[in-house]
T-cell receptor, first 115, second 113 residues
Framework: KQEVTQIPAALSVPEGENLVLNCSFT??????LQWFRQDPGKGLTSLLL?????REQTSGRLNASLDKSSGRSTLYIAASQPGDSATYLC??????????????FGQGTILTVHP | DAMVIQNPRYQVTQFGKPVTLSCSQT?????MYWYQQKSSQAPKLLFH???????NEADTPDNFQSRRPNTSFCFLDIRSPGLGDAAMYLC????????????FGPGTRLTVL
């Protein structure tokens, strides 16, 4: 059974800092890995998706890496801003064996960026 | 442009009074999902449709039903809401095939009085 762990559970940083959110998973047979952002009381916004065959993806100030062999992914946020404050979820899509992709969610990292 | 739309965004119902939540998509994806998310927890998959094929998760209560009348729409029916059903309900879509990316709607916050 796939398990996804995110460390730290919460992080508070001053504006402008570069930061790293960590995600580990127990089963390397993944199809893809997504990082989502969730604002309080809102839905999930996809930030980056890394396919199983890829090592990293970048979008603006965000960079996500994937190391299947060690079961790890990191989300790097450069020059953090107060608007980055949210919960960040690491989500694994298992290898497709039936008609859909089963998602396994981490518990999230609550990020607070203070001015 | 909104791709996965959920209505209403906030729903208040009474204990035991049936309620229906709506999801629509403009992506023409063949898979649609319903998730339940309670406070400070990860989303929990209730069921999904692959085209017209309905797939229920083993631990989804019978109180929860779903309908997908066409590709664009999917409904979540809660026949007799209990206090424990108060949660955020998230709809998501996916088109099978690479990259198999799920797109989530903004959610419906359900309150049960």
């Amino acid at each position: 059974k796939q398990e996804v762990t995110q460390i730290p559970a919460a992080l508070s940083v001053p504006e402008g800092e570069n930061l790293v959110l960590n995600c580990s998973f127990t089963d390397s047979a993944i199809y893809n890995l997504q990082w989502f952002r969730q604002d309080p009381g809102k839905g999930l916004t996809s930030l980056l998706l890394i396919q199983s065959s890829q090592r990293e993806q970048t979008s603006g100030r965000l960079n996500a890496s994937l190391d299947k062999s060690s079961g790890r992914s990191t989300l790097y946020i450069a020059a953090s801003q107060p608007g980055d404050s949210a919960t960040y979820l690491c989500v694994i899509c298992a290898v497709i064996v039936v008609s859909y992709g089963k998602l396994t969610f981490g518990q999230g990292t609550i990020l607070t960026v203070h001015p | 442009d909104a791709m996965v739309i959920q209505n209403p965004r906030y729903q208040v119902t009474q204990f035991g009074k049936p309620v229906t939540l709506s999801c629509s998509q403009t992506l023409n994806h063949n898979v649609m999902y319903w998730y339940q998310q309670k406070s400070s927890q990860a989303p929990k998959l209730l069921f999904h449709y692959y085209d017209k094929d309905f797939n229920n998760e083993a631990d989804t209560p019978d109180n929860f039903q779903s309908r997908r009348p066409n590709t664009s729409f999917c409904f979540l029916d809660i026949r007799s809401p209990g206090l424990g059903d108060a949660a955020m309900y998230l709809c998501a879509t996916l088109q099978r095939g690479s990259p198999n990316e799920q797109f989530f709607g903004p959610g419906t916050r359900l309150t049960v009085l």
